[in-house]
């Protein structure tokens, strides 16, 4: 039995975690649940899933749940509350759901804690892969990817020398606007990028995958999971989001791993590993005509990706403020302050604002990333 803490329950993958449980009662068990402000559905997810943990992090409606949950449950306000389930004595995995750097702290709890981790949340990667990958490897705890492409690879990698294997190939859907022209891109608003073609998701990733910054952050993710270097880590544009992502042996063989854009799959996956259970889903079909094509990225029109690449490269806290940047311009678009095209604009200004190198430390990582929203928020209001 698995005892799972979930912290960022109330979301898209949250909820479709907590689908999987609810296929395989024999297997899973939820302790801890976590979620910021959506305590309606999280009073939901508490009865039918009665874990003995519960944290909400919004300090108003963790005091607005209070009066209406069994005393028997340990209710949690404020960000501490991402921690205590993070290190709760009675969860084996933590499945780090929650969008954002936000993630960063509880992950490093949980990893000191022993936690297995199902590793959702891309930003913590992205901004503290140096920390965080060689902090697991010390305290023996296993990062199991959630994303799609990452957990392809990794599935595609299993049993595989890793002195055979090339390179990566991360597939993109290419997002909402992969045929918008130039000249319309500009005009682009929140409510054409969250029209995602192939999969549901939540609303900032939405936005990422649009910018095609969720495939650079997924890159950046790739090379810490995997220890790839950027040379060795190619995207193909893949609209119909069926391979979810490949590895290039040395003798050139490819390795696919298929499915529907349905994340339950890389989810229970993560809770299964290295064992599998069956999944009620549409599974791939071959009696429906299924056709795959691949094209190349448009590098100069969504230039997130290749921007990925540089501070990737860059290392040091780069992928943090690259990061931190994105996120204060993805919410700035949501609330139609800025247009699209000042999304990557507010990120490049900020990383060129950066002039030093500072030892790799978290306390550093959390500093500079306090930096770079300061540093964005102030490129932002300019661009109002
Ligand atoms: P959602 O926006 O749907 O959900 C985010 C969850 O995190 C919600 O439960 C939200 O609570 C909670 N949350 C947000 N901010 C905080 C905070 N400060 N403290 C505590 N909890 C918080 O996001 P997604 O599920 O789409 O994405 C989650 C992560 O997974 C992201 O990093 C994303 O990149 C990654 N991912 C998502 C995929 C997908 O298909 N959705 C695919 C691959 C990766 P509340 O509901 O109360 O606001
Ligand atoms: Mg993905």
Known sequence: MKKLSILGSTGSIGTQTLDVVRQHPESFEVVALVANSNIQLLEEQIREFKPLFVGVTDLDKYEELKGRVDSSIHLVGGEEALIGAATLSEATMVVTAVVGAVGIRPTVAAIRA???????????????????????KEHGVEILPIDSEHSAIFQCLEGQDCNNVAGLVITASGGPLRKWSKEDLIKAMPEDCLKHPTWSMGSKITIDSSTLFNKGLEVIEAHWLFDMDYDAIDVAVHPQSIVHSMIRMKDGALLAQMGTPDMREPIQYALTYPNRLPLKAKHLEFKELLTLTFEEPRWDDFPALRL??????????????????N?????????????????YETVQRT??????????????????????????????????
């Open 114 to 136: 022993g936690k297995t981790i199902g590793l959702a949340n891309k930003e913590t990667l992205v901004a503290g892969g140096e920390l965080i990958m060689p902090l697991a």
């Open 308 to 325: 990925a690449y540089t501070v990737g490269r860059e290392g040091n806290f780069y992928p943090a403020i690259f990061n931190a940047a």
């Open 327 to 343: 996120e204060m311009a993805v919410y700035a678009f949501l609330r139609k302050e800025i247009p699209f095209l000042a999304i």
């Open 351 to 384: 990383l060129g604002a950066y002039k030093e190198r500072a030892d790799m430390t978290l306390d550093n990582l959390f500093q500079v990333d306090q930096w770079a929203r300061e540093k964005a928020q102030e490129i932002l209001k300019e661009m109002e």
